[in-house]
Structure formats: structure tokens, C-alpha cells
């Protein structure tokens, strides 16, 4: 990556970084994009080069993780099996040194319960699907190559997608639910697993 090309990632994770923080600050109502720009020290014409809402940017850091781990399982070894290098590629995205930012609250409860109002936004959760749909079809497109099926032709390769977008949220959400929150990748590798039991490599 260039540096131009690293300048205008590192400009839109903080973007991206603000608009989380001050959501769980403040609530998703009360957060203008304004304020975004002003804690990511931009102009508001910034933004707007970058995201088209507030939604689409707190979205913004998931839909990254999961195009990262598209572009991790086109780089795995070519004999690696499917689903251990499904698994290999993205659990590294949700490791805490994944991210490109420091916690954004030190509070960790007043961290999580802010997460979990924030997600239960109608237009955060129109947001995900979108960005599910996006990350499903990359994803698709990189199981296809490794699997030499056709992206256009074959199911396997949109259900293998599909089913590790799903066990993504899943994760994530069980995550927000318990009280007493297990690590997301810890819970991920565990639904991956329970997948690949029962979708094998066709």
C-alpha cells in the first residue's frame, strides 16, 4: 500500500473510530455528522468522500474485517483445507491487536452497554445487511477460487458465504447479549467448527 493509499485508510478508520465512540457516548440520535468530522479533525466534504451516513460509517470497521478475511483466504496455502483456512483467515480480524485504534472508552461496561443500544438502531441494522451483502459476495468470490466452483453456476460456494457471515453475527451478537461477554473470536471459532462439521468441501 502506498502511502496516499495508507493516508486515506488511516483517514477513514478514524472517521469510522469517531463516529462509534460518540455514538455509545451519546446515543445514535444525537450524534450529527458534524461531530464526526470535528473529533476525526476533518471537514464534513471528508466525509462525504468516504460515507454517505453516519450508519454506513460506524458499520464501516465491520464490513473491513470481513473483506480482510476474503483477501487473508485468497493468500492462504493453496493445499490448506477449506475450512481451516476459513477459519485461519478471519479469526485474526477479531483479535484485539486487529484493530487499528486504541479502546475508544476505558469504561468497559459503559463501553458495552453503549454497543448494545447502538445496534439496536433501525438504521445501523438496515446498514449491516447491506454490508453483509457486500462482504457475502467477496466472500463467495474467494471460496469459489479455492474451490475451483463456479461463482455463477455453483451454490457451494454462496453458501459457504453465507454461513460464515452468519456464524459471524452470531458470534457477535451472543457476545453483546451475556452478561459477562465471551471474547468474540473464542466464540466464532467455536460456531466456525459447528459449521464445518457439516459443510464439507464438495
Known sequence: MGLRERKKAETRSALSWAAVRLTV??????VKVEDIVAAAGVS??????YFAS??????????????RFAEALRERPVGEPLWEAITGSVLPQFAPDAESAAHPIADGVQWMA????????????????RAGAVAEAEIAAAVAERTG????QDLYPHLVASAVVAATNTAMAHHLRTDRPVPVERLLADALARVAAGLAKP
Do not use: C, S, Y
Open 54 to 67: 453516519k450508519a454506513e460509517a460506524i458499520v464501516a470497521r465491520h464490513l473491513d474485517r470481513w473483506l
Open 25 to 30: 457516548e451519546r446515543g445514535f440520535e444525537n
Open 44 to 49: 464534513p466534504r471528508t466525509f462525504n468522500n
Open 114 to 129: 453503549g454497543v448494545r443500544k447502538m445496534f439496536t438502531e433501525p438504521a445501523l441494522q438496515g446498514e449491516m445487511l
Open 149 to 152: 466452483t463456479d461463482l455463477e
